[in-house]
């Protein structure tokens, strides 16, 4: 994909910047293999710039679709779920150590 523009903002990535990214993302489909997927050339910067809104794109599908008997779905709100108990581990963990330093 060297010299190919990317999709998002229409440049051209110098090699340290250029990554593919999943169309539709994968996380809709994780069980899916890459052949299943379109894959276009894109700044990695470009790329992180939306993949907050993506994450919470499809933690909202993976909500709606849980349970339906759908394995992909499924298996997407399965990961959804250990994002959110990271995150709030990760939370949880700064919130202790910020206590932890004020003085008594």
């Not at 790329?47 to 849980?66: D, T």
């Not at 990760?90 to 003085?103: D, G, I, M, V, Y």
Request: charged share 15%; aromatic share 10%; hydrophobic share 40%.
């Amino acid at each position: 994909m060297k010299g190919m523009s990317c999709y998002l903002c229409g440049a051209i990535p110098e090699e340290e910047e250029l990554t593919v990214d999943h169309i539709p993302p994968q996380g809709l489909s994780p069980l899916s293999s890459n052949s299943d997927f379109l894959l276009l050339p894109a700044h990695k910067s470009c790329k992180n710039k939306y993949s907050g809104q993506e994450e919470k794109f499809i933690a909202y599908l993976a909500y709606v679709c849980r349970g339906t008997g759908n394995a992909s779905a499924d298996a997407a709100w399965a990961a959804a779920e250990r994002g959110f108990i990271l995150a709030c581990v990760l939370w949880c963990n700064s919130q202790a150590s910020n206590f932890a330093r004020q003085p008594s």
